[in-house]
Each structure stands twice: as structure tokens, then as C-alpha cells.
């Protein structure tokens, strides 16, 4: 996004079709997905952590009411979280990494399906991520974390005009004690890195045995919590190829990996490949198995809309049955956390292409991403394949939804931050009250809760006080300022 032409769009207002007219549109006709499944309309909410689990991981109250909201809605598709695979402590972020998670997860589908009125396919989304640690107090980093070497010494020596000290911990303390402009001139890239937004993992640090050995344990991990999904009753699977995490690292032009898992176009989809094919070989027949990828990775040396569209073929030529583009989302161009916090992907250029604000270039928020979801399907349909394709970016109104479809810029639109803001929207437009709607402001207040992994909610109802409603019984966030659910909405 271009800096410069920073300007703020106000969001359209919205001629919102009658009952009639949403029944004869695009959007609210069905979509077969592919086995036996259909959904009944084209409308979709995407994957959003919402930080309601527990510290395990597991199904709260919380976690279901977020979810009863959406599918009062009663959208074609709802995609549950971004979910864990792998059984190991990662906060209030919800697993599915063992068998004890199943019947939590049940309720969550039983929830959704009673709420809708049995009209909502309920997919999971699986996510692997790799470690990050919190930014280091530049003292502890050179104490503990830095390991010193020849390099540093003479490149030390270089920017003194002097011998640099020989022994390791006199070498520590006078890197320690250079301003931090210097600094650039001694350490190396990822040093810089890790000291001025903490160490993380990268798929392409194959000095690491269990980075090396990714290939080999993803697939697994991905099909085990498939077969957990679908024993909990999910309609499906969403693999999480997209943002910051292990599968999108491995399709990025940054991925150099030198194992056949890295460098070419073949070479990065690879992994992605095994990982469906393990999954679609664990399942049933009737199991749905869909991926979100980038149509473009928003980064300098990233993935760009060519790549995508070759992933996209090659995954929907193996099966794939639904293919998700989203944009950007990078650890790369995240902004330096304070010390003591983690970097958040969504921080940078690339995190503004995932969740575009109102605050943009002269091209805007809405809807900003569906050309790459249109090059994305466009490369599908070349390849002779119907995979449908789902489109996402900015889309808070109906008529964009509908022209989105009628262009072919995607078969089925996802709306996050619309649905968050008003989880009865696509209903209410399709009894013809759109004039109903609370339409997102496209601000980001609640991306900026989602950052500190703080509940997430909306800045237009989590204040909001209801006439007749039991105050007793309204949810509150833990500081007991918020309301955690929007306020219900009586058809
Ligand atoms: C609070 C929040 C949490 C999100 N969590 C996820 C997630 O778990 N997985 C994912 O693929 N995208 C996630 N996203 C991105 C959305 O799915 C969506 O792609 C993005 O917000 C752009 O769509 P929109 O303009 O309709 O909001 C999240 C977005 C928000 C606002
Ligand atoms: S907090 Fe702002 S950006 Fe987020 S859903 Fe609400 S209105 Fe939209």
C-alpha cells in the first residue's frame, strides 16, 4: 500500500435489495461444493480467533455462544478458527490436536447446526505455526541469546578502527554497548531480526532437526485432526496454507529450502500436496477437504498472484474442493513489537492487505482483494476444474457481494469483519431488511484486540446496553468492560 495516497473512504451506502430481490440473486443461490455437499447460499464466514478457548485449547461457553451468534445468521459456510494441530500449550487459542478435544468440538458443531436451522456447513480451520518468542531486552539478547563468532569479531573491529576482545563475553558486552544504528554494521540479518522483534522460527532453518524433518511430520499431524474433525461432525476441513504460518512459509518465494521442499513453484507446493493427500486418504468420502491460500504475499521477494494461481490449480487438480484466497499477513513487514511482546503479522503493509481499513490508497478497502481471487479461479477454470473458489477482502454490503459473484471474481464471498459487526447481517438482507444492518467501519478495533490476544469484539455493540435485556446476564469480557456477543437481533 502506497503511503502516500493515504486517504479515508467512507463506506458506501447500500441500496439493499428487497426479500424478492435477494431471493433471485447470485448470493443467496446454492452452491454445490462437491461431495453430495451444497451450500445454500454463497455466503461465508471466514476463520477469526476470537481468544475465548481455555489456556488447553478446549471448547468454552464462550467459544460456543460466539459461534450460535454467527449462525443465527445462517450463512452457506462458517469456518471455525484457525485451530491447533499439534498438542502443545499455545494460550487461549482453541486445539484440536488430540482425541480429548472431540467432544467439545461436537457441541460447537451441534450449536451451529441447532442455531442455523441446520442451514450452515460448519468447516475447521487447521493451523500449524512455528515458534516466536517475545522481543528480547537488548541486554538479555547479547547476554544470553547471541552466539558470537569470528564474524561479529572482525566486523566489530572493522567499525572500531581497532582490534575487537577476544574473549566471547568482553565480545558480548561491547556489541551490547554499540547504539543501536551501529549495529546494523555487525550483525547479520536475522540477528537484527531476532534482537528487534524476537527469535522465530523460519521453515527454511534446516540447521534445525525438527524444521528438516517438517515434511515428514506435518502430514500426519494435519490428517490426525482431520479425522478428529470429522468424528466431531464438521462438514469439513479447512487446511490453513495462508498469513504467517508453516504451510504458507513453505509455498513463499522466500522458501529456499534445498531438500525438494523449497525453491521452485513444484517444489513449494509439494508439501501442501502431501499434507491434502494424507488428509483426503484419512477421511471419508463425503468429508469436505478445502485450503486458504495468498493470492499474493504482499512482502519484497513474496509470492505474487502467478504463484497462487499455479498453487490453487495444482491443489484443485489433486481434489482440493474449495480453494479460500486471502492477501498478505506477514511476519516480514511486521511492525517491531515493544519489548517484551511478540510480533503480530497483521502489523505491516502486508497485515493492511489482509484487513484493509478504510484508511488506504486511492483504490480503497472494499473488496480490494478479488482480483487475485479471480486470477485464482480463472487459472482453476483454465485447467478444466469447477473447484470453487471463495473470495474475501473489505466486502460489507450487498451489492458488491452480488457483483463479486456476477464478474466471477469468486463462487462463494466471505465476510469477516461485516460478520463480526453484525453476525445477522446476511439474514437480514435476505428477508429484505438490509436497512437493519450495523455495517462494519472497516477500523480494525477489534484486529487491534486480536494483536494483544485479548476477546475479541466489536466497537459497535460491545458497549451497547439493550432495552429489556438482563444486565446480570449479559457475558463480559475479563476486565467486565465489554459485552461479548452482540446484542440478539429479533427477526
Ligand atoms: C479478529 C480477526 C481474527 C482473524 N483470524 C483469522 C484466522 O484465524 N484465520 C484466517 O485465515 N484469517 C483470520 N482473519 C482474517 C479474516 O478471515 C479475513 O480474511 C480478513 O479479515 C479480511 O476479510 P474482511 O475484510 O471481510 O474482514 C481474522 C480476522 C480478524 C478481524
Ligand atoms: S471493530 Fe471495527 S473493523 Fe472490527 S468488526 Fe467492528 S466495526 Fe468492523
Known amino acids: 500500500m502506497s503511503q502516500l495516497l493515504r486517504v479515508v473512504h467512507p463506506v458506501p451506502a447500500e441500496p439493499w435489495p428487497t426479500a424478492d430481490e435477494a431471493a433471485a440473486s447470485l448470493l443467496f443461490s446454492p452452491l454445490p461444493l462437491g461431495r453430495g455437499l451444497t451450500l445454500a447460499s454463497r455466503t461465508w464466514v471466514p476463520a477469526m480467533v476470537p481468544w475465548r478457548a481455555t489456556a488447553e ?87 544470553r541469546f547471541l552466539r558470537v ?165 495444482a491443489l484443485a487438480a489433486d481434489g482440493m474442493d474449495f480453494v479460500s484466497v486471502s492477501k498478505g499477513g506477514k511476519f516480514e513487514d511486521a511492525k517491531a513489537p515493544k519489548v517484551g511482546e511478540a510480533a503480530y503479522p497483521y502489523t505491516g503493509p502486508s497485515g493492511h492487505e489482509c484487513m484493509p481499513t478504510v484508511r488506504s490508497d486511492a483504490r480503497g478497502p472494499f473488496g480490494r482483494n478479488l482480483p487475485l481471487s479471480r486470477a485464482v479461479r480463472a487459472a482453476i477454470r483454465a485447467a478444466g476444474l469447477a473447484t470453487p473458489v471463495v473470495g474475501a477482502g473489505g466486502i460489507t454490503g450487498y451489492r458488491l457481494a452480488e457483483a463479486a459473484l456476477a464478474r466471477g471474481d469468486c463462487d462463494v464471498v466471505a465476510a469477516a469483519r461485516q460478520s463480526l459487526a453484525d453476525p445477522d447481517w446476511w439474514r437480514k438482507v435476505r428477508l429484505g431488511r438490509g436497512a437493519e444492518v450495523r455495517r462494519c467501519k472497516l477500523t480494525n478495533y477489534c484486529e487491534g484486540l486480536d494483536q494483544h490476544h485479548k476477546q475479541v469484539t466489536c466497537q459497535l455493540w460491545d458497549r451497547a446496553v439493550v432495552e429489556g435485556e438482563d444486565a446480570a446476564s449479559v457475558a463480559r469480557s475479563a476486565d467486565g468492560r465489554r459485552r461479548l456477543e452482540a446484542p440478539r437481533w429479533e427477526e
Open 149 to 313: 563468532d569470528e564474524g561479529h569479531r572482525r566486523r566489530l573491529a572493522d567499525l572500531l578502527g581497532r582490534a575487537a576482545p577476544a574473549a566471547d563475553d568482553a565480545l558480548r558486552a561491547a556489541l551490547a554497548a554499540l547504539p543501536d544504528t551501529a549495529l546494523d554494521a555487525v550483525l547479520t540479518a536475522r540477528e537484527l531480526d531476532d534482537l528487534r522483534r524476537g527469535y522465530r522460527e523460519r521453515v527454511t532453518d534446516l540447521h534445525l532437526p525438527h524444521i528438516r524433518a517438517l515434511p515428514t511430520a506435518l502430514p500426519p499431524l494435519f490428517a490426525d485432526a482431520a479425522a478428529r474433525a470429522e468424528a466431531a461432525g464438521f462438514d469439513g476441513v479447512e487446511l490453513h496454507y495462508a498469513h504467517a504460518y508453516t504451510m504458507a512459509s513453505f509455498l513463499s518465494a522466500l522458501n529456499d529450502r534445498d531438500d525438494g521442499y523449497g525453491r521452485s513453484r513444484d517444489g513449494r507446493v509439494r508439501l501442501p500436496r502431501e499434507v491434502f493427500a494424507a488428509v483426503r486418504a484419512r477421511v471419508g468420502g463425503g468429508f469436505v477437504v478445502g485450503c486458504r491460500l495468498l493470492g499474493d504475499e504482499a512482502i519484497a521477494g513474496g509470492s505474487a498472484v502467478d504463484d497462487a494461481a499455479f498453487f490453487a490449480a
Open 57 to 143: 485449547g478446549e471448547v468454552t461457553d464462550a467459544v460456543l455462544a460466539w459461534y450460535a451468534r454467527y449462525a443465527d445468521g445462517r450463512p452457506g459456510a462458517l469456518v471455525v478458527e484457525a485451530t491447533g494441530i499439534r498438542d502443545v500449550p499455545s494460550g487461549p487459542l482453541l486445539r484440536i490436536s488430540h482425541d480429548r478435544y472431540v467432544d467439545g468440538l461436537r457441541r460447537l458443531v451441534d450449536t451451529v447446526r441447532a442455531r442455523s436451522h441446520g442451514e450452515t456447513r460448519v468447516f475447521i480451520q487447521l493451523i500449524d505455526f512455528l515458534a516466536i518468542r517475545r522481543r528480547p531486552e537488548p541486554a538479555s539478547y547479547f547476554a
